[in-house]
C-alpha cells in the first residue's frame, strides 16, 4: 500500500498462469467493496481518515481463509487418529493387522509429507504477523498532511493499535491450532514407524499375550489424543 496525503493506492499480485487457485483481483475488489457494507467498519472509517484501515480490513479475509483450510485439515486428521486408534483396537481383539499398518512405508511418507505442508504453514503465518505488526508499529506518515487535529490522530492511533491487537490474536490462535495439529501427526508418525510396525506384525502369530504387552507402550500415544481440541 501506498499511503500519501490525498490518494492511497494498493497494490495486489494475481499471476494469471499458475497452479495455485489465487484469488482474482476481480474477487479481492468484490470483498473490499463489502468492507464499506459492514457496519463495524463504517464507524472505523467515520472516525479516522487514515486509509490503512482498509488495508487493515482486507488483511482480516485471509484469516477467514486460514479458518477454513484448518478445519478441513483437522477433520482429516482427525480421521486418520481414529483409523488408527480402531486399528489398534482390532489387532489387540482380533489378531488382525490394520490397513494404516500394513504399508508403513507409504503412510510413513503420507505422514511426512503433511508435517512438512504444517511447517511450511508456520513460516507462511510468521509473515502474516509480520505485516500486521508493521502496520501497528508504523503509523501513516501522511495522516498529519490530512489536516487532522492532534486529538484526532491520537485516537486514530489508539485505534488502529487495538484492531492491530485483534488481528494479531487471532493469528496467534491459529498458530496454537497448526502446532496442535502438527503434534498429532507427529503421534500418528509414531504409531506408524516402519520399526514399530515391523514389531507389531511379527508378534502377530505369538499370542494375545505379547501382543498386549508390544502395543502397551503405543496405546497412551493414541489415548491421549482427542477430537476435542478446539
Not at 486428521?77 to 494404516?100: E, F, H, M, T
Not at 499375550?209 to 481440541?229: G, H, M, Q, R
Amino acid at each position: 500500500m501506498i499511503r500519501d496525503a490525498k490518494i492511497s493506492t494498493i497494490i495486489s499480485y494475481h499471476p494469471e498462469n499458475s497452479t495455485v487457485p489465487w484469488t482474482s483481483a476481480e474477487r479481492l475488489h468484490s470483498l473490499t467493496l463489502l468492507v464499506g457494507k459492514s457496519v463495524y467498519w463504517k464507524h472505523i472509517f467515520s472516525t479516522s481518515t487514515d486509509p490503512t484501515f482498509l488495508f487493515l480490513a482486507i488483511l482480516w479475509y485471509p484469516l477467514y481463509a486460514w479458518d477454513e483450510s484448518f478445519e478441513s485439515l483437522h477433520n482429516h486428521i482427525s480421521s486418520l487418529v481414529r483409523r488408527a486408534r480402531a486399528g489398534l483396537k482390532l489387532l489387540l481383539k482380533y489378531n488382525q493387522v490394520p490397513d494404516i499398518l500394513k504399508y508403513p512405508a507409504e503412510h510413513s511418507c503420507y505422514l511426512q509429507a503433511l508435517q512438512g505442508r504444517l511447517l511450511h504453514y508456520e513460516s507462511l503465518l510468521d509473515g502474516y504477523q509480520a505485516s500486521v505488526s508493521f502496520i501497528e508499529k508504523t503509523p501513516n506518515p501522511a495522516v498529519e498532511s490530512l489536516g487532522t487535529y492532534e486529538a484526532q490522530r491520537k485516537a486514530s492511533n489508539e485505534l488502529m493499535k487495538k484492531e492491530c491487537e485483534n488481528l494479531l490474536s487471532e493469528i496467534g490462535r491459529l498458530e496454537k491450532r497448526r502446532r496442535t495439529m502438527k503434534d498429532r501427526v507427529k503421534n500418528l508418525l509414531d504409531i506408524v514407524d516402519s520399526n514399530q510396525t515391523k514389531a507389531l506384525i511379527e508378534v502377530t502369530d505369538r499370542g494375545p499375550a505379547t501382543l498386549t504387552k508390544v502395543t502397551s507402550f503405543l496405546l497412551p500415544i493414541l489415548a491421549s489424543d482427542t477430537d476435542n481440541y478446539f
